[in-house]
């Protein structure tokens, strides 16, 4: 059982930045595909990035160039660092991890990102 939490959201101008992190415990993140997605309003949860296990990385085409998802093994925590952010990116955005090949996924309580125009 890993534990997730989330930290680092906020309100933003367009344009701005934030980085948000996602802090485990219980068990180490080498072990688990960390992702992030987010949730507008009145839209489903949707898959933002993918940090795996091995170090492959990915992204949805809507935030490519402008997010960035690392892995700090010492630290346990996995980031994601938003340039460039857009009104369309506010959302509360949530930890995800799933072991390296399982179907089990565990979840943060999420942080809120707000962006203005």
């Known amino acids: 059982q890993v534990q997730l939490i989330e930290s680092g959201g906020g309100l933003v101008q367009a344009g701005g930045s934030l980085r948000l992190s996602c802090a485990a415990s219980g068990r180490t993140v080498r072990s688990y595909d960390m992702a992030w997605y987010r949730q507008a309003p009145g839209k489903e949860r949707e898959f933002v990035a993918v940090f795996r296990w091995s170090g492959i990385t990915g992204y949805t085409d809507s935030v490519k160039g402008r997010y960035t998802i690392s892995r700090d093994n010492a630290k346990n925590t996995v980031y994601l660092q938003m340039n460039s952010l857009k009104p369309e990116d506010t959302a509360i955005y949530y930890c995800?991890?799933?072991?390296?090949?399982?179907?089990?996924?565990?979840w943060g309580q999420g942080t809120q990102v707000t962006v203005s125009s």
């Open positions: 995800n991890a799933r072991y390296r090949g399982g179907q089990d996924d565990f």
